[in-house]
């Protein structure tokens, strides 16, 4: 079991940054992947990034060179740092885990991912 816990969101105006964090509740949080969902009003939830034990990240090709997601395995701690934001990326962003090994590459599937946090809100306004 793998508990998650986000933080970081909130509202900015286009173009400005947000950081958002994660803190996962167990230790060997390096056999897990980790990634960053965002559901959008009336939009199916997607996979926009997400990195694996090891250091091999994917990104969504909406957030593709303005996020960047990072992992502190020591402090089992998840990063995304969101930049040029703009009001389509207005969402409830989810930080997520799901079992993997560590040399695994992320996967953009969401159906993959059994451990979710509570969400938090990014509001852009424009």
């Known amino acids: 079991q793998v508990q998650l816990v986000e933080s970081g969101g909130g509202s900015v105006q286009a173009g400005g940054s947000l950081r958002l964090s994660c803190l996962a509740s167990?230790?060997?949080?390096?056999?897990?992947?980790l990634g960053w969902l965002r559901q959008a009003p009336g939009k199916e939830r997607e996979v926009i990034a997400a990195?694996?034990?090891?250091?091999?990240?994917y990104y969504g090709d909406s957030v593709k060179g303005r996020f960047t997601i990072s992992r502190d395995n020591a402090k089992n701690t998840l990063l995304l740092q969101m930049n040029t934001l703009q009001p389509e990326d207005t969402a409830m962003y989810y930080c997520?885990?799901?079992?993997?090994?560590?040399?695994?590459?992320?996967?953009?599937?969401?159906?993959?991912?059994?451990?979710w946090g509570q969400g938090t809100q990014v509001t852009v306004s424009s």
């Open positions: 167990r230790d060997n949080v390096s056999w897990y992947c």
């Open positions: 997520a885990a799901y079992l993997s090994g560590y040399f695994a590459s992320p996967s953009s599937d969401e159906s993959r991912y059994a451990y």
């Open positions: 990195i694996g034990g090891s250091g091999i990240t």
